[in-house]
Structures are given as C-alpha cells and as structure tokens.
C-alpha cells in the first residue's frame, strides 16, 4: 500500500516562497497520476496542481497558475509544490494525493479520483 507523506510547510511573509515535498513510499509515484489539494478554515478542499504518471502533463488552479509549479524526482520518489509569490489567500493544509491509473498522460484535477492522501502540511502566508 503506497503512503504519502507532506513536508515544507510553515510561516512565510506574502510574496516569499516555499516547497512541499510528498515522499512516496511503498511504490514508485510514477505509478500514479498525483495531485495537490489544499483546505482554508471553513473552506471546502480545493484543487491545487495535478501531474501526470509521465510527468508531461500538468494542471493548476486558475488562482495558482504561474506562481506554482508540480514536479518529480524519481530517484527520490517525491512529488514536488513549488510555490512562489505567496499570498495570504493561500493560507491553507496542503495535501497530496495519489490515483491509480492506467494512462501515463491523464491528469486528475478533482480529489474525488483520488485513492490515498497525505496528513497534509499547514501553509501560513503573512499580510
């Protein structure tokens, strides 16, 4: 059974950057299409990014287009958020997720598809 762990969160002014980190143990993420959610207080789950098994296609959030980047590392079998140009509205616990899925191109925008998910990692951007 594969297990996703979150890393990279923490307290950032507005306009500062941070990287999450999801380990993927117990198989490699390539087997996966994976995704990036995240959940503000009193909010539902939002849709953040979404990466394909092969790594070359890719999804985000219209409020995160061009500030976010998703990305692999095989060697190290962690899936990657790049986050830059914080702002206080992405304050949230980011989660990622993994789904089995046959096609290597696929990206799976909504959670719904999803199988397994991380713990998640609080994300606090300051005004």
């Known amino acids: 059974q594969v297990q996703l762990v979150e890393s990279g969160g923490g307290l950032v002014q507005a306009g500062g950057s941070l990287r999450l980190s999801c380990a993927v143990s117990?198989?490699?993420?390539?087997?996966?299409?994976m995704g990036w959610f995240r959940q503000a207080p009193g909010k539902e789950r939002e849709s953040v990014a979404a990466i394909s098994r092969s790594g070359s296609t890719t999804y985000y959030a219209p409020s995160v287009k061009d500030r976010f980047t998703v990305s692999g590392d095989n060697a190290k079998n962690t899936v990657y958020l790049q986050m830059n140009s914080l702002k206080p509205e992405d304050t949230a616990v980011y989660y990622c997720?993994?789904?089995?899925?046959?096609?290597?191109?696929?990206?799976?925008?909504?959670?719904?598809?999803?199988?397994?998910w991380g713990q998640g990692t609080q994300v606090t951007v300051s005004s």
């Open positions: 117990g198989r490699s993420f390539s087997s996966y299409a």
């Open positions: 997720a993994a789904a089995s899925i046959f096609d290597r191109r696929t990206v799976l925008p909504d959670g719904i598809d999803y199988d397994v």
